[in-house]
């Protein structure tokens, strides 16, 4: 099992990114699914989470600007940054809940994708 993000890039302050974080493997069933962030020097923080269900979670920083959604059946979650800040600047990781056998849960972690926001 394993997660791959991508999209992240270089952009303006006040731009847009999207990314995306697919989970591939054997996998059974996916509970949450999460965006982290880590700013250099700084501690790892939760940006986004949802549910299997539907249910988010925001951090108080990106609310309003940043939008999680996931695709179920392509085992994909998504995160759309828009107004983004130079404070946004960091390496984005995804991070699911992810069983690959019926009541074998684990906590997975994709590699990081690089979002830099220029003022």
């Known amino acids: 099992v394993q997660l791959q993000a991508y999209g992240g890039g270089l952009v303006q302050a006040g731009g847009s990114l999207r990314l995306s974080c697919a989970a591939s493997?054997?996998?059974?069933?996916?509970?949450?699914m999460r965006w982290y962030r880590q700013a250099p020097g700084k501690q790892r923080e939760l940006v986004a989470s949802?549910?299997?269900?539907?249910?988010?979670n925001y951090a108080d920083s990106v609310k309003g600007r940043f939008t999680i959604s996931r695709d179920n059946a392509k085992n994909t979650v998504y995160l759309q940054m828009n107004s983004l800040k130079p404070g946004d600047t960091a390496i984005y990781y995804c991070?699911?809940?992810?069983?690959?056998?019926?009541?074998?849960?684990?906590?997975?972690w994709g590699q990081g994708t690089q979002v830099t926001v220029s003022s």
């Open positions: 991070n699911a809940d992810l069983s690959v056998a019926p009541d074998k849960w684990g906590y997975y």
């Open positions: 493997g054997s996998i059974s069933s996916i509970g949450f």
């Open positions: 949802m549910s299997s269900a539907g249910g988010t």
